[in-house]
């Protein structure tokens, strides 16, 4: 899809690539990197002094080693957030800008390159409400503050689209119609033909197996088994997943998928439930290897489906803004109870689930 | 109505999606989706059934309604005549499927009426028309070139409390 015409952006003088220490696969900026930038004192390149944050609730989907969250939000100088809820960051946000759900503002054009080329206009459905705003209409109007006005040369985004559809061979009227237009395949075939001579885009050209970038480096060439901590005793693997009518966990407090399913409850296998004494409904509490307590109790689910040696609980839930009206304070939020972080050394990725919980049939902010 | 439970995710769009075509009131629905779990992990099988009123051929709640505001039209939708409901909840008792409640606002009873609506445009039922897995199939079983009497001429299928002799009309593949 054809970019809409704007001046040439500045290089800037560094990007969040360049945070990245010892990670030698990286080659984008890791969240856990800026996060660790934006505390003063830790060993970083830059330091990292206001966030801008859009539609992502931070305290509820990135999880960090010794509190590392908290005290960057504390240390920053700035923090914008983009949201339409009023979610937990943005309480900690000096100035929040409220944007309008996708049901009430025109995006970007859904450009799906795949199998059958086609693009897809996203049109509101419903005017915005109150004071929101389309994110379009944010950006413009800090660009024009910021004094960048030449490169938003449109007064309303619809003139984005339409340019950009033009270039493809149809117009924003077209589309506002039909919603959708499949395009001819013209990049070749989607699949390697049978037989056909490719090139891998590795130095070998090929599958590599055995990398010998990695020996290069240092590292171990071909994967090396590594085993993973078990949970200590009376201690339970937490593992998280999504349901499925709750993509975001924003979702939970939308009226329609909120009674649906209101709060997440903790999936223990009923053999472990007989051994605990416990019954399905039954509020309980958590606390992991780093004694980190929930703030909120999770109701007890009985069921086959989890391990013995495991818990689960839907991610989303456990809002803490009270202006979350409908799932404040209802069920557990995973990422407070995940407080130990394993970081993959080659690119940084992120893996949540080695943390250990225990069941807390007492509320134990009563008992202290 | 065929519906296909080894394609259900369970995401319950079906839900949603009825309740904003019929404006269920907030904390009622129409339809729902089971979850039954069976065996001992790790031999577990798991099942998901969206689930509304079976449209009953022989149907207790068109028995045992005192006023004949429940109902079965011609091609076998079983309906509620809204003027006629009296709200005594005869049928909501008598149901197997618990597919009835009483509406909090109208006083009457209301449940799933396949979007006889929709259907008479030649539409499928909100439900179906919104299932991302395209788990759900509506039509003619007495026609047996239609996608619902061919689906149970090829696969296996069961209805829900079939003890109860209801002759139900909506069936879950297995």
Known sequence: MPKFPHPEYPEPAWKAKDLNVNLPFANQGVTNEVIKASIPGEDTTHQVKAWMVAGTNLTQSVPTENNMMMKAIKALEFLVVIDIYPVEIAGYADVVLPECSYLERYDDLRNSEFRTPSIALRMPAAEPRWESKPGWWIGKQIGLKLGLGEYYKFNDYTEVLDWQLKQVGTSFEEMKHIGVKNLPRTSGPLYIEDGAEHIFKTDSGKIELYSQKLKDLGLDPMPVYTAHEQPPKDYFRLNYGRAPMHTFSKTVNSPNLNDLRSENTLWVNPKVGKIWNLKSGQPVWLKNQDDVVSSFPIKVRLTERIRWDSVYMVHGFGQNNPEMKRSYGKGINDTEMITKVMVDPLMGGTGMRGNFVTILTENPKETV | ?174
């Open chain 2, 1 to 174: 109505m065929v519906i296909d439970t080894l394609k259900c995710l369970g995401c319950s769009d079906c839900v949603v999606a009825c309740q904003t075509e019929n404006d269920v009131p907030s904390g009622y629905c129409r339809d729902w989706v089971t979850e039954s779990v069976n065996g001992t992990y790790p031999e577990v099988a798991i099942e998901l059934r969206s689930e509304r009123c079976n449209h009953c051929d022989n149907a207790p709640c068109v028995r045992t309604c005192p006023t004949e505001a429940s109902h079965i039209i011609e091609g076998g939708i079983v309906l509620v005549e809204r003027d006629l409901c009296i709200g005594c909840g005869a049928c909501i008792e008598s149901c197997p499927y618990d597919a009835r409640y009483k509406h909090p606002d109208l006083g009457i009873v209301d449940k799933c009426t396949f979007c006889v609506h929709r259907v008479k445009k030649g539409q499928d039922p909100a439900c179906v028309s919104v299932c991302p897995t395209n788990c759900m199939y509506f039509g003619d079983l007495d026609d047996s070139n239609s996608k619902v009497a061919q689906l149970l001429a090829e696969r296996k299928y069961k209805v829900l409390a079939k003890e109860a002799g209801t002759s139900p009309n909506v069936y879950y593949l297995i």
